[in-house]
């Protein structure tokens, strides 16, 4: 059973910074990983996914020029910086492994790839 972790979440003012941590316990070095965010009454979004090499990042539009998303395999992390935050991206962001191992070839923003989830952590962005 693989276990998914995210940590790193809290209250930041906006225009602020956070870095949130994924920890996967198995498949990481394989496979992709992707991070989503989910606001009260409002679908889970994409917000951005890193293939399973590193060698590829695919980021929604909204996050553009402000999120980056990286991993360490060696420490089984992937991590997303978050800079300039604003208040609507007030959230529970979560982390997931994409059920394609090895693979690069986009659709990240489906749900439905990803096989594995954390529990979340949640960020507040206050104005």
């Known amino acids: 059973q693989v276990q998914v972790v995210e940590s790193g979440g809290g209250l930041v003012q906006a225009g602020g910074s956070l870095r949130l941590a994924c920890v996967a316990s198995?498949?990481?070095?394989?496979?992709?990983i992707g991070w989503f965010r989910q606001a009260p009454g409002k679908e889970r979004e994409f917000v951005a996914h890193?293939?399973?090499?590193?060698?590829?990042?695919d980021y929604a539009d909204s996050v553009k020029g402000r999120f980056t998303i990286s991993r360490d395999n060696a420490k089984n992390t992937v991590y997303l910086q978050m800079n300039s935050l604003k208040p609507e991206e007030t959230a529970v962001y979560y982390c997931?492994?994409?059920?394609?191992?090895?693979?690069?070839?986009?659709?990240?923003?489906?749900?439905?790839?990803?096989?594995?989830w954390g529990q979340g952590t949640q960020v507040t962005v206050s104005s």
């Open positions: 997931a492994v994409d059920r394609r191992p090895f693979y690069s070839g986009g659709l990240y923003s489906l749900l439905s790839i990803y096989e594995y």
């Open positions: 198995d498949t990481f070095s394989t496979n992709g």
């Open positions: 890193i293939s399973w090499n590193g060698g590829r990042a």
